[in-house]
Protein backbone atom coordinates (compact mmCIF):
# COMPACT_ATOMS: atom_id res chain seq x y z
CA UNK A 1 0.00 0.00 0.00
CA UNK A 2 1.40 3.29 -0.59
CA UNK A 3 1.45 6.32 1.81
CA UNK A 4 3.07 9.89 2.20
CA UNK A 5 4.04 10.60 5.33
CA UNK A 6 4.67 14.89 6.51
CA UNK A 7 6.36 15.14 9.52
CA UNK A 8 6.51 18.71 10.36
CA UNK A 9 2.80 20.02 11.28
CA UNK A 10 4.39 23.83 10.88
CA UNK A 11 7.18 25.15 9.59
CA UNK A 12 8.11 28.69 10.58
CA UNK A 13 11.11 30.88 8.64
CA UNK A 14 11.86 34.52 8.09
CA UNK A 15 11.25 36.39 4.64
CA UNK A 16 14.58 35.32 2.66
CA UNK A 17 15.69 32.65 4.22
CA UNK A 18 15.46 29.45 2.40
CA UNK A 19 12.36 26.88 3.34
CA UNK A 20 11.75 23.03 3.41
CA UNK A 21 8.94 21.34 3.78
CA UNK A 22 9.96 17.55 4.52
CA UNK A 23 7.72 14.59 2.66
CA UNK A 24 8.43 10.89 2.75
CA UNK A 25 6.66 8.63 1.13
CA UNK A 26 6.65 4.50 0.77
CA UNK A 27 5.42 2.40 -2.44
CA UNK A 28 6.20 -0.90 -3.53
CA UNK A 29 6.80 -0.26 -7.07
CA UNK A 30 7.57 3.39 -8.42
CA UNK A 31 6.64 6.40 -6.61
CA UNK A 32 4.77 9.38 -8.29
CA UNK A 33 5.40 12.26 -6.68
CA UNK A 34 3.44 15.69 -5.93
CA UNK A 35 3.28 18.91 -3.85
CA UNK A 36 0.05 21.34 -4.01
CA UNK A 37 -0.27 24.19 -1.96
CA UNK A 38 -3.48 25.49 -0.65
CA UNK A 39 -4.00 29.36 0.46
CA UNK A 40 -6.62 30.39 3.17
CA UNK A 41 -10.03 29.79 1.93
CA UNK A 42 -8.97 28.09 -1.65
CA UNK A 43 -8.93 24.97 -3.30
CA UNK A 44 -5.43 23.13 -3.74
CA UNK A 45 -3.22 24.56 -6.41
CA UNK A 46 -0.68 22.25 -7.93
CA UNK A 47 2.92 23.10 -7.83
CA UNK A 48 5.29 20.42 -9.09
CA UNK A 49 5.74 16.70 -9.36
CA UNK A 50 8.50 13.46 -9.91
CA UNK A 51 7.56 11.08 -12.20
CA UNK A 52 11.16 9.73 -13.74
CA UNK A 53 14.92 11.39 -14.64
CA UNK A 54 16.23 14.49 -12.68
CA UNK A 55 16.12 14.56 -9.16
CA UNK A 56 15.38 17.31 -8.87
CA UNK A 57 11.97 19.05 -9.85
CA UNK A 58 11.66 23.02 -10.13
CA UNK A 59 7.95 24.37 -10.09
CA UNK A 60 5.71 27.01 -9.69
CA UNK A 61 6.73 30.05 -7.92
CA UNK A 62 9.82 29.21 -7.58
CA UNK A 63 9.62 26.37 -5.48
CA UNK A 64 11.69 23.08 -6.21
CA UNK A 65 11.80 19.41 -4.59
CA UNK A 66 14.46 17.10 -4.71
CA UNK A 67 13.39 12.94 -4.63
CA UNK A 68 15.90 11.06 -2.96
CA UNK A 69 15.07 7.30 -3.62
CA UNK A 70 17.79 6.16 -1.24
CA UNK A 71 15.79 8.17 2.05
CA UNK A 72 12.35 8.05 0.30
CA UNK A 73 12.01 11.68 0.17
CA UNK A 74 10.81 14.57 -1.91
CA UNK A 75 11.71 17.17 0.41
CA UNK A 76 10.04 20.77 -1.46
CA UNK A 77 12.56 23.74 -0.90
CA UNK A 78 12.39 27.36 -1.79
CA UNK A 79 15.96 29.33 -1.62
CA UNK A 80 14.19 32.50 -0.58
CA UNK A 81 11.26 32.89 1.19
CA UNK A 82 8.10 35.19 0.60
CA UNK A 83 5.82 36.34 3.42
CA UNK A 84 3.16 35.46 0.80
CA UNK A 85 4.18 31.27 0.73
CA UNK A 86 2.75 31.44 3.39
CA UNK A 87 0.04 28.46 3.13
CA UNK A 88 -1.05 24.90 4.01
CA UNK A 89 1.37 22.62 1.44
CA UNK A 90 0.25 18.77 0.31
CA UNK A 91 2.70 15.93 -0.35
CA UNK A 92 1.00 13.05 -2.40
CA UNK A 93 2.20 10.17 -4.11
CA UNK A 94 1.13 7.00 -6.32
CA UNK A 95 2.40 4.17 -6.71
CA UNK A 96 3.04 2.73 -10.50
CA UNK A 97 2.18 -0.84 -8.97
CA UNK A 98 -0.85 0.01 -7.77
CA UNK A 99 -4.38 1.85 -9.18
CA UNK A 100 -5.07 5.19 -9.51
CA UNK A 101 -5.66 6.41 -5.91
CA UNK A 102 -3.91 9.04 -4.98
CA UNK A 103 -2.50 9.45 -1.02
CA UNK A 104 -2.09 12.99 0.42
CA UNK A 105 0.18 13.64 3.41
CA UNK A 106 -1.76 15.61 6.30
CA UNK A 107 -0.29 19.04 5.23
CA UNK A 108 2.08 21.07 7.02
CA UNK A 109 1.09 24.69 7.28
CA UNK A 110 4.24 27.42 6.46
CA UNK A 111 4.73 30.61 8.17
CA UNK A 112 7.30 33.39 6.73
CA UNK A 113 7.30 35.73 8.66
CA UNK A 114 8.88 39.56 7.87
CA UNK B 1 -11.04 29.29 -18.30
CA UNK B 2 -10.28 26.09 -17.53
CA UNK B 3 -11.81 24.91 -14.16
CA UNK B 4 -13.50 22.71 -11.82
CA UNK B 5 -17.38 24.50 -10.04
CA UNK B 6 -18.53 22.45 -7.41
CA UNK B 7 -22.44 23.64 -5.70
CA UNK B 8 -22.93 24.23 -3.44
CA UNK B 9 -19.77 26.29 -1.62
CA UNK B 10 -21.75 25.80 1.54
CA UNK B 11 -24.24 24.05 3.10
CA UNK B 12 -25.94 23.08 6.57
CA UNK B 13 -27.92 20.50 6.90
CA UNK B 14 -29.80 18.21 9.09
CA UNK B 15 -29.07 14.64 10.15
CA UNK B 16 -30.77 12.13 7.82
CA UNK B 17 -31.72 14.63 4.75
CA UNK B 18 -30.51 13.44 1.64
CA UNK B 19 -28.13 15.98 -0.47
CA UNK B 20 -25.77 16.33 -3.52
CA UNK B 21 -22.84 18.25 -3.91
CA UNK B 22 -22.26 18.69 -7.46
CA UNK B 23 -18.63 18.86 -9.40
CA UNK B 24 -18.24 19.42 -13.52
CA UNK B 25 -15.10 20.07 -15.56
CA UNK B 26 -14.72 21.58 -18.61
CA UNK B 27 -11.26 20.17 -19.32
CA UNK B 28 -12.41 16.69 -20.92
CA UNK B 29 -10.64 15.14 -18.21
CA UNK B 30 -11.32 11.46 -18.00
CA UNK B 31 -10.23 10.92 -14.13
CA UNK B 32 -12.03 12.58 -11.74
CA UNK B 33 -12.32 12.19 -7.88
CA UNK B 34 -13.86 13.46 -4.34
CA UNK B 35 -11.79 14.05 -1.35
CA UNK B 36 -12.83 15.23 2.10
CA UNK B 37 -10.47 17.59 4.48
CA UNK B 38 -10.47 17.90 8.06
CA UNK B 39 -7.82 19.00 10.46
CA UNK B 40 -5.19 16.95 11.23
CA UNK B 41 -6.41 14.19 8.97
CA UNK B 42 -5.16 16.17 5.62
CA UNK B 43 -7.04 15.10 2.41
CA UNK B 44 -8.64 11.64 2.17
CA UNK B 45 -9.75 10.45 -0.52
CA UNK B 46 -13.84 9.01 -0.93
CA UNK B 47 -14.35 7.79 -4.61
CA UNK B 48 -12.77 8.27 -7.95
CA UNK B 49 -14.01 7.53 -11.42
CA UNK B 50 -11.38 6.66 -14.44
CA UNK B 51 -13.98 7.65 -16.81
CA UNK B 52 -18.10 7.19 -17.81
CA UNK B 53 -19.47 4.49 -15.42
CA UNK B 54 -16.08 3.42 -14.32
CA UNK B 55 -15.69 4.25 -10.56
CA UNK B 56 -14.02 3.14 -7.27
CA UNK B 57 -13.75 3.81 -3.53
CA UNK B 58 -11.21 5.63 -2.11
CA UNK B 59 -10.13 5.18 1.28
CA UNK B 60 -13.08 6.91 3.04
CA UNK B 61 -16.06 5.45 0.85
CA UNK B 62 -18.73 4.56 3.84
CA UNK B 63 -21.73 6.77 4.14
CA UNK B 64 -21.23 8.38 0.17
CA UNK B 65 -22.05 7.15 -3.29
CA UNK B 66 -20.98 8.56 -6.17
CA UNK B 67 -22.30 8.60 -10.22
CA UNK B 68 -20.59 9.16 -13.15
CA UNK B 69 -23.10 9.41 -15.96
CA UNK B 70 -21.09 11.97 -17.83
CA UNK B 71 -17.91 12.86 -18.91
CA UNK B 72 -18.02 16.58 -17.21
CA UNK B 73 -20.35 15.60 -14.14
CA UNK B 74 -19.53 13.87 -11.22
CA UNK B 75 -21.76 14.40 -8.40
CA UNK B 76 -21.27 13.26 -4.46
CA UNK B 77 -24.38 12.82 -3.17
CA UNK B 78 -24.95 11.34 0.80
CA UNK B 79 -28.11 9.61 1.15
CA UNK B 80 -28.27 9.84 4.65
CA UNK B 81 -25.81 12.49 6.29
CA UNK B 82 -24.53 11.97 9.66
CA UNK B 83 -22.54 15.17 11.65
CA UNK B 84 -19.00 12.88 11.12
CA UNK B 85 -19.67 13.97 7.67
CA UNK B 86 -19.10 17.45 8.76
CA UNK B 87 -16.53 18.65 6.24
CA UNK B 88 -14.61 20.50 3.97
CA UNK B 89 -15.10 18.59 0.47
CA UNK B 90 -13.38 19.19 -2.79
CA UNK B 91 -13.95 17.57 -6.09
CA UNK B 92 -10.86 17.35 -8.83
CA UNK B 93 -9.71 16.42 -12.26
CA UNK B 94 -7.45 15.09 -14.54
CA UNK B 95 -6.36 13.36 -17.51
CA UNK B 96 -6.13 9.55 -16.73
CA UNK B 97 -2.63 8.39 -16.67
CA UNK B 98 -1.17 8.16 -13.07
CA UNK B 99 1.29 11.46 -13.87
CA UNK B 100 -1.35 13.58 -14.17
CA UNK B 101 -1.52 16.10 -11.82
CA UNK B 102 -4.98 17.14 -10.64
CA UNK B 103 -6.78 20.39 -11.32
CA UNK B 104 -8.92 20.81 -7.55
CA UNK B 105 -12.33 22.50 -7.39
CA UNK B 106 -12.73 25.93 -4.65
CA UNK B 107 -14.37 23.21 -2.40
CA UNK B 108 -17.60 22.57 -0.25
CA UNK B 109 -17.79 23.18 3.46
CA UNK B 110 -20.69 21.08 4.98
CA UNK B 111 -22.54 21.12 8.07
CA UNK B 112 -24.32 18.16 9.27
CA UNK B 113 -26.16 19.47 12.42
Known amino acids: AQSVAQPEDQVNVAEGNPLTVKCTYS??????LFWYVQYPNRGLQFLLK??????LVKGSYGFEAEFNKSQTSFHLKKPSALVSDSALYFC????????????FGKGTSLLVTP | EAQVTQNPRYLITVTGKKLTVTCSQN?????MSWYRQDPGLGLRQIYY???????DKGDVPEGYKVSRKEKRNFPLILESPSPNQTSLYFC????????????FGPGTRLTVL
Open chain 2, 92 to 103: ASSFSTRVNEQF
Open chain 1, 27 to 32: VSGNPY
Open chain 1, 50 to 55: YITGDN
Open chain 1, 92 to 103: AVRDSNSGYALN
Open chain 2, 27 to 31: MNHEY
Open chain 2, 49 to 55: SMNVEVT
